[in-house]
């Protein structure tokens, strides 16, 4: 178990174009969570998937943001013509969850962008 | 809307002494409660997870208790180390299984 990974690591891009994040969670985890941090702050729901259903998204992800988590593993955000105030951490998490029960979400490392 | 406050928001403390941080909510019907370490530029490290139907949980030096009637959690640390030194983040599951709501941090610098 490698833990959960995400690529890349850090992206500078303009303002304007579009970029793509991609997460891997913790094999067999079923669900997988979004998040963004901005500096100073705690990290933001996003948005969260179960195995490859989409079942809830924040208001913060405005429609410039894409998530999609195609066969139930990997996941991948993108965001489509990026502003500057989209330059944040952003933080993938996986859980192992059923119905009625609680489980811990894992996090990944982030991949910290910066729009100029 | 969940708010969440930490206090302190920063504190220095010399080796060895023992802390406590505070978590509030502004809606206390929170279902569970989660503590975070987070190291600077990095990802987020689970500390400890308090569940429902319990009030704490204790991992090595560090113990968390959990008020669901107050909406209040703290995070105990005894014997602090230069080693501790991180943001500390406390957040709390409004619904099962689904988001987690966060509090700022409390960043805390450990003196040796």
């Known amino acids: 178990d490698t833990g959960v990974s995400q690529d890349p690591r850090h992206k500078i891009t303009k303002r304007g174009q579009n970029v793509t994040f991609r997460c891997d969670p913790i094999s067999e985890h079923n669900r997988l969570y979004w998040y963004r941090q901005t500096l100073g702050q705690g990290p933001e729901f996003l948005t969260y998937f179960q195995n490859e259903a989409q079942l809830e998204k924040s208001r913060l992800l405005s429609d410039r943001f894409s998530a999609e988590r195609p066969k139930g593993s990997f996941s991948t955000l993108e965001i489509q013509r990026t502003e500057q105030g989209d330059s944040a951490m952003y933080l993938c998490?996986?859980?192992?969850?059923?119905?009625?029960?609680?489980?811990?979400?894992?996090f990944g490392p982030g991949t910290r962008l910066l729009v100029l | 809307k969940q708010e969440v406050t930490q206090i302190p928001a920063a504190l220095s403390v010399p080796e060895g002494e023992n802390l406590v941080l505070n978590c509030s909510f502004t809606d206390s019907a929170i279902y569970n409660l989660q503590w975070f370490r987070q190291d600077p530029g990095k990802g987020l490290t689970s500390l400890l997870l308090i569940q429902s139907s319990q009030r704490e949980q204790t991992s090595g030096r560090l113990n968390a208790s959990l008020d669901k009637s107050s909406g209040r959690s703290t995070l105990y640390i005894a014997a602090s180390q230069p080693g501790d030194s991180a943001t500390y983040l406390c957040?709390?599951?409004?619904?099962?299984?689904?988001?987690?709501?966060f509090g700022a941090g409390t960043i805390l610098r450990v003196k040796s």
């Open positions: 957040a709390g599951y409004m619904e099962y299984g689904n988001k987690l709501v």
């Open positions: 998490a996986s859980s192992l969850g059923y119905r009625g029960e609680v489980e811990t979400q894992y």
